[in-house]
Nanobody, 124 residues
């Protein structure tokens, strides 16, 4: 099971750090992706980390968002800086088999274990 946490209300330009905690599995053995769903919109890919710790991101968050692994805590974190109102969404983490190829990991269909989301609101 996965559980995302760390969401909240932040002003534009601010930062938040989300965490995806795994129970019942060793998260370092999986590819982990972060997705978000804004009100009235479809869920979209944000970024992810391969089991090898390589990271990959949606273009609009590159340079602002950073994904990192904390294997001691069995978590994958999403550091979000320079937040914009358009980043407002429910954020989800998900796990995919390490056998998945990189090109597939940008889509939700590659992931088979999803955590409950955490709401991020960017507003002044």
């Amino acid at each position: 099971q996965l559980q995302a946490s760390g969401g909240g209300l932040v002003r534009p330009g601010g930062s938040l750090r989300l965490s995806c905690a795994a129970s019942g599995r060793t998260i370092s053995s999986y590819n982990v992706g972060w997705f978000r769903q804004a009100p009235g919109k479809e869920r979209e890919f944000v970024g992810g980390t391969r089991w090898s710790s390589n990271t990959y991101y949606k273009d609009s968050v590159k340079g602002r968002f950073t994904i990192s692994r904390n294997n001691a805590e069995n978590t994958v974190d999403l550091q979000m800086n320079s937040l914009k109102p358009e980043d407002t969404a429910v954020y989800y983490c998900a796990a995919a088999s390490k056998r998945k190829i990189l090109s597939s990991l940008f889509t939700s269909e590659a992931y088979d274990d999803w955590g409950q989301g955490t709401l991020v609101t960017v507003s002044s």
